[in-house]
């Protein structure tokens, strides 16, 4: 018998609803799938009758790390590994059985489903399933047919150009495909919320520039490090993310001096989001994205955010506002985020953070305030000391 030839078949669900767009959401998410798998070796992607193919072209492909780096890129609704058959019934059934072996050898219980995009094929697909159902039992005889419930089900694709066979399928991740959404700046914290808020976004085809604000000496290099080891974890899924890591302690020691304690948080975040808009404008970003659901705390009450929104023109996305704590930490936990998030590093936020802040500020009394500070000068200052580093999925891959 020849080789088994494998592939990996991925199903695009929601770009099925984009009219026009739909080929080039299609042509963008190939290229993302080319160059995430380009490391394992040699693959050529296609796209073919709203799906797209995954084909190795080396003997030694590991399939495994294949489906784990496509589990995790946006627009894929599903995909499986599967393999290629002529279109000729008796192929079928024995590659059926030899693709699936295995794994019927250890159920009880299987369906075979048939899908017939060629027409033109001889069979129907309800014949196709039968037969090839019959060719498997008479192969595992301590199997049983069970249309409602099986343990597993053999997909079978008549395509077309060829036939393929199929075990289950995978859920994907979801979403579009990254970058047919726009640019937006993430303004990323060491904490829990920023980097599922990057997630979130990034599902919905946003590409992420990321900006940090670090308050040395008051904030280590560890805390530094946290944060590109969470955008390395937001990574896996959006693809490389550039970094600016922004210098805060002369804004903050300014505030702390001329400005009322009650006062400091809510005047810091307008700092934070002046000088993200600053980088984000550079940077062709469209809007900004935070980490923010409403009442966590005092500077995210709807008050503080009147406040903080009045220094900023651009959008600002706040995906989580309406998520309950429980929610974010079950997507933290399966982004592969919260082990990071919960180590014990010091952030600039909790640096100066007042015991009793505002929780409805006075737009009046905060821009009295900041009258006392050089805002320009401060924001200018802070926006040239930006260093700029690239977060690259590959480096931080487990
Ligand atoms: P997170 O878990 O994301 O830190 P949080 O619940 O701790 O959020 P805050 O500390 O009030 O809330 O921060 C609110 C949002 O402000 C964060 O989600 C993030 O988007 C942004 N932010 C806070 N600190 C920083 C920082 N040091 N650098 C960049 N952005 C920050
Ligand atoms: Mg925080």
Redesign the pocket.
């Given at each position: 018998m020849n080789q088994l030839k494998e592939i990996i078949l991925i199903k695009n669900g929601e770009l099925a609803l984009k009219g026009l767009n739909r080929s080039s959401f299609e042509d963008r998410m190939v290229k993302t799938i080319k160059w995430r798998l380009e490391k394992l070796g040699k693959v050529k992607v296609y796209k073919s009758q709203s799906a797209v193919y995954v084909e190795a072209l080396e003997d030694d492909f590991d399939y495994d790390k294949a489906c784990d780096i496509v589990s995790k890129i946006f627009g894929i609704v599903a995909f499986s590994r599967a393999c290629v058959a002529e279109k000729e019934l008796i192929d079928i059934q024995e590659k059926a059985v030899e693709f699936l072996g295995e794994k019927l050898r250890n159920v009880k219980t299987f369906k075979v489903e048939t899908k017939r995009s060629d027409k033109k094929f001889h069979l129907k697909s309800p014949e196709v399933s039968r037969e090839v159902g019959g060719y498997i039992l008479s192969k595992f005889p301590h199997l049983r047919v069970d249309v409602h419930n099986p343990d597993i089900t053999v997909g079978v694709e008549i395509r077309e150009t060829s036939a393929y066979v199929r075990g289950e399928q995978t859920h994907g991740a979801g979403g579009l495909p990254v970058g047919t959404g726009g640019k937006g700046a993430?303004?990323?914290?060491?904490?829990?919320?920023?980097?599922v808020?990057a997630w979130t976004m990034a599902r919905r085809g946003l590409e992420l520039v990321g900006?940090?604000?670090?308050s040395p000496p008051y904030t280590g290099p560890r805390a530094e490090q946290k944060?590109r080891d969470l955008l390395g974890a937001v990574s896996q899924y959006s693809g490389k993310i550039p970094l600016f890591i922004?210098p805060?302690t002369e804004i903050q020691v300014q505030i702390s001096k001329k400005c009322p304690e009650e006062l400091f948080?809510i005047i810091m975040?307008r700092f934070?989001m002046r000088v993200?808009q600053m980088i984000a404008h550079k940077e062709k970003c469209k809007g900004l994205?935070?980490?923010?659901?409403l009442g966590?705390?005092a500077?995210?009450t709807l008050d503080a955010i009147v406040c903080t929104d009045k220094v900023c023109e651009m959008p600002v996305l706040r995906p989580l506002i309406g998520s309950d704590k429980e929610e974010i930490v079950q997507i933290s936990r399966k982004i592969g985020a919260f082990e990071i998030?919960v180590l014990p590093f010091e952030?600039?936020?909790t640096v100066f953070t007042p015991k009793h802040p505002k929780t409805r500020p006075s737009l009046d009394l905060i821009e009295e305030a900041e009258k006392e500070l050089d805002i320009e000068g401060l924001c200018q200052r802070a926006f040239e000391g930006a260093r700029l580093e690239m977060i690259r999925p590959d480096d931080f891959a487990n």
């Open positions: 993430i303004l990323i914290s060491g904490g829990i919320d920023s980097p808020a900006v940090h604000f670090a944060v922004v805060f948080t975040r934070m993200a994205i935070t980490g923010e659901s966590q705390v500077s995210q998030s952030d600039c936020c």
